[in-house]
């Protein structure tokens, strides 16, 4: 390799891990690595999508979609495994979930979901700013007692328009209406 390709090479590498550890350091980013070590299986679905990935879809969004450019626009980094069979671990995996989210509480996130059935636990979590204006964070950790498991975390500096918008695009109702929930519990009248 020529010195001028191994300079750019070396430099590109040294952006990526730059931009990798902001979104690891960002108030919405959760670390699973806890979880997916207690299984001894891959995931069926893994998706990681971080900023210059993101950059680039909203470069191929239709310039008229204003309102999914600057939801996309926003986000840091996306992360989604899905496992459909991680052993005997079910019981391991549910104790350290709730460890996590013992510390998701701890760190100030809001718990939205909390269900616990049978063998079958989901949790979702959302950080918003101390202002209230911001969602920092999504994060969602679900295990079931037939062995599924599905971790997902959306981190960036989301507006509760944005959420609302993203509702109204895919004809979610909890999703559209949430920024009239949300000023409605602020007090906010219009």
Not at 32 to 59: A, Q
């Amino acid at each position: 390799m020529k010195p001028i390709q191994q300079i750019i090479t070396i430099g590109a590498l040294t952006a990526w891990c730059a931009i990798a550890a902001a979104a690891d350091n960002h108030p919405g980013y959760v670390d699973f690595s806890g979880l997916r070590g207690l299984v001894n299986t891959e995931p069926v679905v893994e998706v990681t999508l971080r900023e210059p990935l993101l950059r680039l879809i909203t470069e191929t969004i239709p310039v008229d979609d204003e309102e999914a450019v600057n939801f996309v626009s926003r986000l840091l980094n996306v992360r989604l495994h899905v496992y459909e069979d991680i052993g005997g671990n079910v019981r391991q995996v549910a104790d350290n979930m709730d460890g996590i989210a013992a510390d998701l509480d701890r760190e100030g996130w809001e718990r939205v979901v909390r269900i616990r059935e049978d063998d079958d636990q989901v949790d979702i979590f959302l950080r918003v700013s101390e202002d209230d204006d911001i969602v920092y964070g999504i994060a969602v950790m679900i295990v079931s007692d037939d062995g599924e498991m599905v971790l997902a975390n959306i981190a960036g500096n989301i507006s509760f328009d944005d959420i609302s918008a993203l509702g109204r695009r895919f004809d979610i109702e909890a999703l559209s209406e949430y920024q009239e929930q949300e000023d409605a519990r602020n007090g906010d009248c219009q």
